[in-house]
Protein backbone atom coordinates (compact mmCIF):
# COMPACT_ATOMS: atom_id res chain seq x y z
CA UNK A 1 0.00 0.00 0.00
CA UNK A 2 2.68 2.41 -0.54
CA UNK A 3 1.81 6.07 -1.42
CA UNK A 4 4.71 6.81 -3.51
CA UNK A 5 6.49 3.96 -5.53
CA UNK A 6 9.49 4.69 -7.41
CA UNK A 7 11.37 1.52 -9.53
CA UNK A 8 13.96 0.97 -9.95
CA UNK A 9 15.31 1.03 -6.37
CA UNK A 10 19.38 0.71 -7.79
CA UNK A 11 20.47 1.43 -10.89
CA UNK A 12 23.79 1.02 -12.28
CA UNK A 13 24.96 2.06 -15.95
CA UNK A 14 27.56 3.47 -17.88
CA UNK A 15 28.01 6.65 -19.29
CA UNK A 16 26.30 7.33 -22.27
CA UNK A 17 23.55 5.31 -21.80
CA UNK A 18 20.34 6.46 -21.68
CA UNK A 19 17.69 5.30 -18.49
CA UNK A 20 14.35 6.00 -17.24
CA UNK A 21 13.14 6.08 -13.61
CA UNK A 22 9.57 5.28 -12.94
CA UNK A 23 6.94 6.98 -10.00
CA UNK A 24 2.97 6.31 -9.17
CA UNK A 25 1.31 7.81 -6.78
CA UNK A 26 -1.50 6.18 -5.43
CA UNK A 27 -3.11 8.94 -2.94
CA UNK A 28 -5.10 10.71 -6.17
CA UNK A 29 -2.63 13.93 -5.93
CA UNK A 30 -3.06 16.29 -8.71
CA UNK A 31 0.80 17.20 -8.42
CA UNK A 32 3.88 15.66 -8.94
CA UNK A 33 7.84 16.16 -8.56
CA UNK A 34 11.36 15.03 -9.00
CA UNK A 35 13.97 15.83 -6.68
CA UNK A 36 17.71 15.08 -7.03
CA UNK A 37 19.64 14.56 -3.64
CA UNK A 38 23.56 14.90 -4.81
CA UNK A 39 26.32 12.93 -2.96
CA UNK A 40 26.37 16.10 -0.49
CA UNK A 41 23.29 15.32 0.64
CA UNK A 42 21.62 18.50 -0.49
CA UNK A 43 17.76 17.99 -1.80
CA UNK A 44 17.07 20.35 -5.15
CA UNK A 45 14.16 20.29 -6.89
CA UNK A 46 14.38 19.34 -10.70
CA UNK A 47 10.66 19.26 -11.79
CA UNK A 48 6.62 19.76 -10.64
CA UNK A 49 3.77 18.86 -12.46
CA UNK A 50 0.14 19.38 -12.13
CA UNK A 51 -2.45 17.28 -14.06
CA UNK A 52 0.40 16.22 -16.70
CA UNK A 53 1.22 19.64 -16.85
CA UNK A 54 4.97 20.82 -16.85
CA UNK A 55 5.08 23.61 -14.34
CA UNK A 56 8.69 23.73 -12.65
CA UNK A 57 11.47 23.43 -14.41
CA UNK A 58 14.60 24.37 -12.19
CA UNK A 59 17.44 25.09 -15.13
CA UNK A 60 17.96 21.14 -15.61
CA UNK A 61 19.94 19.90 -18.49
CA UNK A 62 17.33 19.22 -21.72
CA UNK A 63 19.04 15.07 -21.16
CA UNK A 64 16.81 14.87 -18.68
CA UNK A 65 13.04 14.84 -19.55
CA UNK A 66 9.95 14.32 -17.50
CA UNK A 67 7.02 12.46 -18.59
CA UNK A 68 3.39 12.48 -17.45
CA UNK A 69 1.51 9.70 -19.51
CA UNK A 70 -1.56 9.93 -15.83
CA UNK A 71 -1.94 12.39 -13.59
CA UNK A 72 -0.55 9.02 -11.15
CA UNK A 73 2.54 8.63 -13.03
CA UNK A 74 5.41 10.97 -13.37
CA UNK A 75 8.63 9.25 -15.04
CA UNK A 76 12.29 10.90 -15.08
CA UNK A 77 14.07 9.64 -18.93
CA UNK A 78 17.86 10.53 -18.71
CA UNK A 79 19.61 10.79 -21.85
CA UNK A 80 23.71 10.33 -22.25
CA UNK A 81 24.27 10.12 -18.80
CA UNK A 82 26.85 11.56 -17.20
CA UNK A 83 29.03 11.36 -13.76
CA UNK A 84 27.85 13.96 -12.45
CA UNK A 85 24.15 12.25 -12.70
CA UNK A 86 24.92 9.98 -10.39
CA UNK A 87 22.54 10.69 -7.24
CA UNK A 88 19.42 9.72 -5.23
CA UNK A 89 16.45 10.59 -6.87
CA UNK A 90 13.14 11.13 -5.16
CA UNK A 91 9.70 11.72 -6.54
CA UNK A 92 6.78 13.24 -4.65
CA UNK A 93 3.33 14.13 -4.89
CA UNK A 94 0.93 17.12 -3.25
CA UNK A 95 -3.01 17.05 -3.26
CA UNK A 96 -2.55 20.10 -5.33
CA UNK A 97 -0.10 23.06 -6.51
CA UNK A 98 -0.76 25.10 -3.72
CA UNK A 99 -0.32 23.02 -0.93
CA UNK A 100 3.62 22.68 0.71
CA UNK A 101 2.41 18.91 2.74
CA UNK A 102 4.55 16.52 -0.09
CA UNK A 103 5.02 12.81 0.13
CA UNK A 104 8.12 11.41 -1.03
CA UNK A 105 9.33 7.80 -1.99
CA UNK A 106 11.72 5.99 -1.25
CA UNK A 107 14.44 6.88 -3.52
CA UNK A 108 16.23 5.67 -6.45
CA UNK A 109 20.01 5.58 -6.49
CA UNK A 110 21.76 6.05 -9.82
CA UNK A 111 25.72 5.37 -9.79
CA UNK A 112 26.86 6.61 -13.55
CA UNK A 113 30.45 4.48 -13.97
CA UNK B 1 17.37 30.57 -1.61
CA UNK B 2 18.18 29.94 2.39
CA UNK B 3 15.51 31.18 4.22
CA UNK B 4 15.93 29.50 7.27
CA UNK B 5 18.94 28.59 9.72
CA UNK B 6 19.00 25.45 12.09
CA UNK B 7 22.27 23.98 13.96
CA UNK B 8 24.13 21.72 11.94
CA UNK B 9 23.36 18.86 14.46
CA UNK B 10 21.86 18.28 17.82
CA UNK B 11 21.81 15.26 20.34
CA UNK B 12 19.10 14.29 22.75
CA UNK B 13 18.82 11.64 25.03
CA UNK B 14 16.04 9.01 24.28
CA UNK B 15 13.09 9.62 26.17
CA UNK B 16 13.32 13.40 26.46
CA UNK B 17 11.95 16.35 24.63
CA UNK B 18 13.95 17.27 21.44
CA UNK B 19 13.48 21.04 20.84
CA UNK B 20 14.75 21.85 17.27
CA UNK B 21 15.24 25.68 16.86
CA UNK B 22 15.04 27.82 13.17
CA UNK B 23 15.60 30.97 12.82
CA UNK B 24 13.78 32.70 9.85
CA UNK B 25 14.29 36.50 10.75
CA UNK B 26 13.24 37.61 6.79
CA UNK B 27 10.09 35.85 6.64
CA UNK B 28 7.33 37.35 5.00
CA UNK B 29 3.66 37.63 6.45
CA UNK B 30 2.40 35.47 3.79
CA UNK B 31 5.16 32.49 4.23
CA UNK B 32 4.13 28.92 6.19
CA UNK B 33 7.08 27.29 8.10
CA UNK B 34 7.05 23.44 7.43
CA UNK B 35 9.27 20.62 8.89
CA UNK B 36 10.24 17.75 7.48
CA UNK B 37 12.93 14.96 8.11
CA UNK B 38 14.58 12.04 6.28
CA UNK B 39 15.55 9.26 8.27
CA UNK B 40 18.91 7.61 6.67
CA UNK B 41 18.45 6.34 3.09
CA UNK B 42 14.53 7.11 2.66
CA UNK B 43 12.62 10.03 1.58
CA UNK B 44 11.48 12.97 3.00
CA UNK B 45 8.83 12.92 5.45
CA UNK B 46 6.22 16.32 6.29
CA UNK B 47 6.21 16.35 10.21
CA UNK B 48 3.84 19.66 10.49
CA UNK B 49 4.04 23.13 9.55
CA UNK B 50 2.30 26.26 10.58
CA UNK B 51 1.13 30.10 10.10
CA UNK B 52 1.61 32.35 13.40
CA UNK B 53 -0.06 29.47 15.50
CA UNK B 54 1.33 27.06 17.62
CA UNK B 55 0.46 23.29 16.36
CA UNK B 56 0.12 20.00 17.38
CA UNK B 57 -0.12 16.69 15.89
CA UNK B 58 0.78 13.22 16.47
CA UNK B 59 4.63 13.14 15.71
CA UNK B 60 5.36 16.98 17.07
CA UNK B 61 4.36 20.13 18.21
CA UNK B 62 5.46 23.47 16.51
CA UNK B 63 6.07 26.77 18.34
CA UNK B 64 6.40 29.64 16.68
CA UNK B 65 7.66 33.12 18.16
CA UNK B 66 5.09 36.13 18.16
CA UNK B 67 7.33 38.13 15.61
CA UNK B 68 7.17 34.70 13.09
CA UNK B 69 11.54 35.08 13.10
CA UNK B 70 11.53 32.07 14.83
CA UNK B 71 10.27 28.75 15.41
CA UNK B 72 11.20 25.61 17.54
CA UNK B 73 10.11 21.68 16.51
CA UNK B 74 9.39 19.91 19.64
CA UNK B 75 9.40 15.85 20.02
CA UNK B 76 7.85 15.17 23.01
CA UNK B 77 9.43 12.11 23.80
CA UNK B 78 12.19 11.32 21.22
CA UNK B 79 13.32 7.50 20.20
CA UNK B 80 16.06 5.99 18.44
CA UNK B 81 13.67 6.06 15.55
CA UNK B 82 13.72 9.66 15.45
CA UNK B 83 17.17 10.27 14.81
CA UNK B 84 17.33 11.94 11.02
CA UNK B 85 17.77 15.19 9.38
CA UNK B 86 15.36 17.47 10.31
CA UNK B 87 14.71 20.58 7.79
CA UNK B 88 12.90 23.67 8.62
CA UNK B 89 11.56 25.36 5.36
CA UNK B 90 9.74 28.41 4.78
CA UNK B 91 7.21 28.78 2.01
CA UNK B 92 4.37 30.85 -0.08
CA UNK B 93 1.17 28.71 -0.72
CA UNK B 94 1.20 28.92 -4.03
CA UNK B 95 1.21 27.83 -7.90
CA UNK B 96 4.88 27.05 -7.40
CA UNK B 97 4.89 25.10 -4.65
CA UNK B 98 8.61 24.65 -4.12
CA UNK B 99 10.43 23.73 -1.06
CA UNK B 100 14.13 24.18 -0.76
CA UNK B 101 15.77 22.57 1.49
CA UNK B 102 18.94 23.52 3.31
CA UNK B 103 21.32 21.62 5.16
CA UNK B 104 19.03 21.10 8.26
CA UNK B 105 19.86 19.93 11.81
CA UNK B 106 21.56 16.50 12.09
CA UNK B 107 19.42 15.03 15.37
CA UNK B 108 20.91 12.23 17.23
CA UNK B 109 19.07 10.16 19.60
CA UNK B 110 21.46 8.51 22.42
CA UNK B 111 20.10 5.74 24.37
Known amino acids: DTAVSQTPKYLVTQMGNDKSIKCEQN?????MYWYKQDSKKFLKIMFS???????INETVPNRFSPKSPDKAHLNLHINSLELGDSAVYFC????????????FGPGTRLLVL | DAKTTQPPSMDCAEGRAANLPCNHSTISGNEYVYWYRQIHSQGPQYIIH???NNETNEMASLIITEDRKSSTLILPHATLRDTAVYYC????????????FGTGTRLTVIP
Open chain 1, 27 to 31: LGHDT
Open chain 1, 49 to 55: YNNKELI
Open chain 2, 89 to 100: IVRVEDGANNLF
Open chain 1, 92 to 103: ASSQNLGGGTQY
Open chain 2, 50 to 52: GLK
